[in-house]
């Protein structure tokens, strides 16, 4: 048992395990060929899996940020896409609802978010802006008392399949910036369009370009506090950063996993793949690169957990090195397999381009690395 661990812990671990193995394992194919696992999502709920930090008082188990991140990582190892929509709707929305959210949102989403009947997208890129989501247009205006949103967003998870929308919006002068944003949250309804897009990796997440065209809305679906909806995103996003590297730990878990099993199975020149000198060092570093972001990974959720000040610092430290981990042990066992690992049969092609994904969204890895340095200089 890792040492910031503990027995409830490897419990949470346990029953995302045998999940994953059990449920998600046999449904992989069908989201490669771009089939939304919303049944599987309502399973996971069932199990409390799907937003372990759900509150009690909405029907969630009440866990920490470690038991989020286990789950994360034990999925991922199966089903890197799996992994993204439960990391989004455990961390980027049941946790944002819960803590930003007035009573009526609370009441009409968070317990059928927990149990995976309503899916929630967090609508926050846009084709003019991913990486400065402070220059966003999408523009909330006051109308008759009410919010008229009209909007463009792009690369939203499970935007094709969500019942409704967590959606950054403009609420005053372009020139605030950040200080201009509010969240709103916007059921799925004749307002709302969306079409799909299909890109390298995480087939099967429902990604989508969605427009927002008139919607209306009451004071009640504002989340958090109107021109203070930055600060909803940069929190949320702290907590999906961190499931990012959790996710790169899980893919290269798998990885290595199945490159040994290779090696040990496969002979060349008369000897096993696995005494051959150059593949054995392959192993070791993928070990201990594997060891060390699993270290940086439980630490940034066991600071978050304790309330710690350097959780920020750590948590983008865990989406730098855990993406770019998931990448390196992917290419790298792919290269230990030769031409079997080339094939599309081989779990190790569709690792290799979910990974690639981890080092782009919740934040482009160049960007990560600007706000890492921001932070060291405070």
């Known amino acids: 048992m890792h040492p910031l661990l503990d027995e409830t812990h490897e419990l949470v671990r346990k029953s995302a395990a045998e999940f994953a193995e059990r449920e998600i394992d046999p449904f992989v194919k069908n989201m490669e060929n771009y089939e939304y696992p919303r049944d599987l999502l309502?399973?996971?709920?069932?199990?409390?899996?799907?937003?372990?930090?759900?509150?009690?008082?909405?029907?969630?188990?009440?866990?920490?940020?470690?038991?989020?991140?286990?789950?994360?990582?034990?999925?991922?190892?199966?089903?890197?896409?799996?992994?993204?929509?439960?990391?989004?709707?455990?961390?980027?929305?049941?946790?944002?609802?819960?803590?930003?959210?007035?009573n009526a949102i609370k009441e009409k989403y968070l317990s059928k978010a927990i149990s995976g009947e309503t899916i929630i997208s967090y609508a926050l890129?846009?084709?003019?802006?991913?990486?400065?989501?402070?220059?966003?247009?999408?523009?909330?205006?006051?109308?008759?008392?009410?919010?008229?949103?009209?909007?463009?967003k792009m690369w939203i998870t499970s935007g094709m399949n969500a019942d409704a929308y967590l959606v950054f919006a403009r609420t005053g002068p372009k020139e605030e910036r950040h200080k201009s944003i509010t969240a709103f949250m916007v059921d799925r309804n004749k307002c709302v369009e969306t079409s799909p897009?299909?890109?390298?990796?995480?087939?099967?997440?429902?990604?989508?370009?969605?427009?927002?065209?008139?919607?209306?809305?009451?004071?009640?679906?504002?989340?958090?506090?109107?021109?203070?909806?930055?600060?909803v995103a940069i929190n949320s996003l702290n907590l999906g950063r961190t499931c990012v590297g959790s996710i790169g730990l899980g893919i290269a878990e798998r990885a290595m996993r199945e490159a040994i099993s290779y090696i040990k199975q496969r002979s060349a020149f008369g000897r096993s793949l696995a005494d051959f000198q150059v593949l054995q060092h392959y192993v070791a570093n993928m070990y201990a690169q594997t060891e060390s972001v699993r270290s940086l990974v439980y630490s940034a959720a066991y600071m978050r957990d304790k309330s710690l000040p350097d959780f920020l610092l750590y948590a983008h430290s865990a989406k730098l090195l855990g993406s770019r981990l998931g990448v390196e042990s992917t290419r790298v066992a792919i290269q230990m397999m030769g031409g079997m690992g080339l094939s599309t049969d081989n779990v190790l092609e569709m690792l290799y381009r979910d990974a690639k994904v981890t080092e782009i969204y919740e934040g482009a890895n160049e960007i990560i690395l600007n706000t890492i340095y921001r932070f060291m200089e405070k």
């Open 42 to 102: 309502r399973d996971m709920g069932k199990l409390g899996l799907l937003a372990p930090m759900g509150p009690i008082d909405y029907g969630g188990p009440g866990l920490d940020f470690r038991s989020e991140i286990l789950t994360v990582e034990e999925v991922a190892k199966h089903s890197p896409g799996v992994a993204t929509i439960l990391e989004i709707q455990g961390s980027l929305i049941v946790d944002t609802l819960a803590t930003y959210g007035n």
């Open 125 to 152: 890129s846009e084709p003019c802006c991913g990486s400065d989501a402070a220059a966003l247009e999408s523009v909330a205006r006051r109308e008759r008392g009410e919010w008229v949103l009209n909007g463009h």
């Open 197 to 231: 897009i299909h890109v390298i990796g995480l087939r099967g997440t429902g990604t989508a370009e969605v427009k927002f065209v008139d919607c209306e809305l009451g004071d009640d679906a504002v989340v958090g506090e109107v021109n203070k909806g930055f600060y």
